[in-house]
């Protein structure tokens, strides 16, 4: 299957830079949050990659990645969102199925975790909420920054595991992205 790039959902060069230093190429294992463009660029540096996507489409579309098919739960009565940060992040909807991530990536080691999902109109407020699930014992990578709830989780997120959040640009100040080291 082919996807057309849009240049609005492709992550920096930058960050990809920075992936790519982090993490020679042969040597790492990749656990991405939301699959796409990315997920091509990081098999080609022959990194082992597992991705989390909820959109059929995004499925199976580059040899070698295992994927998790994981659907969007919708918030409610039945999988609250806290309170403590819905002021903060505004219209977060859900996020990826909590079963099947734990069924999936259950004493599980990475290299990096890459959160680039689920897309903006779902929230990735999950993603701090279930902190639980992941090892987060390697460097995690948030790209769009320049979202105020992305920034926000990522900052929730270094503050819960007591490390540091870096901001770093892209070369034209549009497309930021965090790491926590």
Known sequence: M?????????TSPECLEYIHW?????????????SGFSTQWFTDQLHFVTAIEHDPLFINIVP????IHAPIELYGPDNPF?????????NQVGWYNRA??????????????FVDGPPNNFGRAG???????????CPIVFDDM???????????CAQKLQRKLTIHNDRNNKRPFGVIE
């Open 100 to 113: 099947i991530l734990k069924e999936n990536l259950a004493d599980k080691d990475w290299h990096l975790i």
């Open 22 to 34: 982090r993490i020679p190429p042969t040597c790492g294992s990749i656990l991405e949050l939301g």
């Open 146 to 156: 320049h979202r105020i709830n992305d920034l926000y989780i990522a900052q929730r």
């Open 2 to 10: 082919s996807i057309n790039a849009d240049p609005n959902w492709t």
């Open 82 to 90: 806290p309170a403590s940060i819905q002021k903060r992040t505004g």
């Open 64 to 67: 070698g990645v295992t994927y």
């Open 127 to 137: 993603f701090f909420i279930n902190l639980d699930i992941f090892n987060t014992n």
